[in-house]
């Protein structure tokens, strides 16, 4: 049985690990938290020729209990996919919530994966 099969607790993570975890991802985008959209969001350019708007990364969570996420879906664009975005807002998120010590489920199969095989891992119990 794998850390986290389905929706598990994420009950908390070592600051000193995430501050490492940090110095390992791409820097040059900025995670924005929209809480009255349950969302966090990276904007991010368009791609010349076919693209002329705007996209975005999108990471969305909904309340369960007063202290408590469902982290349930991740999404970056297929033209910004395998450099590193995904892993930018999962960490963005998953930072965000346990400063705030909220308590979080990973339905997302994405952040699933990324906890499971990350420093993250220290979220699982």
């Known amino acids: 049985m794998s850390l986290l099969t389905g929706p598990r607790m994420v009950t908390r993570l070592l600051a000193s690990r ?11 985008f900025t995670v924005v938290h929209k809480p009255n959209m349950n969302k966090f969001i990276i904007d991010l350019p368009p791609q010349p020729p076919n693209h002329k708007e705007p996209s975005q990364a999108i990471l969305e969570y909904e309340w369960i209990k007063d202290n408590q996420v469902d982290l349930y879906h991740t999404e970056v664009p297929d033209h910004f996919r395998g450099k590193g975005i995904a892993k930018v807002i999962a960490k963005g998120a998953l930072d965000y919530f346990v400063d705030k010590n909220i308590k979080m489920e990973l339905s997302c199969t994405y952040l699933s994966k990324f906890v499971k095989d990350t ?3 220290s979220l699982a119990e």
């Open 18 to 28: 995430a501050k490492t975890m940090a110095a390992a991802l791409p820097d040059d």
């Open 119 to 121: 420093n993250y891992r």
